[in-house]
């Protein structure tokens, strides 16, 4: 059983993310889009560019063009950042605000059914198990960043 529990643990994100792709489509959203506009909404506006791609988890570059989208879209607006003027910090438009309510909806009924028949106590003890196995591969990354 332990086996096994990398492959749930890797597969686990595929179809949380597979299960919101179909319900989000609709919405005319891709994946990287609709992750995009969810992060910055959660982290709040002005995020800089970069902080931004580190929190989704893709390089600065790769975000550049999902940001291009957004703003033909009228989703975002990237303005100058005060003290660096090659940094550029990301906004919502008011546009937006319909669209990440709706994606919020989504999301949550999703969450909701994915986590059906856990108890609230079940949830708070899931949550603290992968915050430490989180915690363990962070240390077995630095730890093998320093010895490489």
């Known amino acids: 059983m332990e086996k096994n529990i990398g492959f749930k643990l890797a597969r686990l994100p595929r179809l949380w993310r597979a299960i919101l792709d179909q319900r989000l489509a609709p919405l005319g959203l891709t994946q990287t889009r609709w992750v995009t506009l969810y992060h910055l909404w959660r982290l709040g506006d002005g995020q800089p560019q970069c902080d931004l791609a580190r929190a989704i988890g893709v390089e600065a570059p790769s975000l ?3 940001l291009d989208q957004l703003a033909q879209q009228g989703l975002i607006e990237r303005c100058p950042c005060d003290h660096d ?8 438009t008011k546009d937006a605000a319909p669209l990440l309510e ?12 994915m986590l059906d028949g856990l108890s609230h106590e079940d949830i708070e003890q899931f949550d603290a198990l992968l915050s430490r196995i989180e915690d363990n591969g962070l240390r077995i990354q630095s730890r093998d960043e320093v010895t490489a």
Do not use: G, N, P, Y
Not at 102 to 113: F, G, L, Q, Y
């Open 64 to 66: 550049v063009r999902t």
């Open 85 to 92: 003027r090659r940094a550029k910090r990301i906004f919502l």
């Open 102 to 113: 709706e994606i919020d909806s989504v999301v949550e009924k999703a969450r909701v059914e």
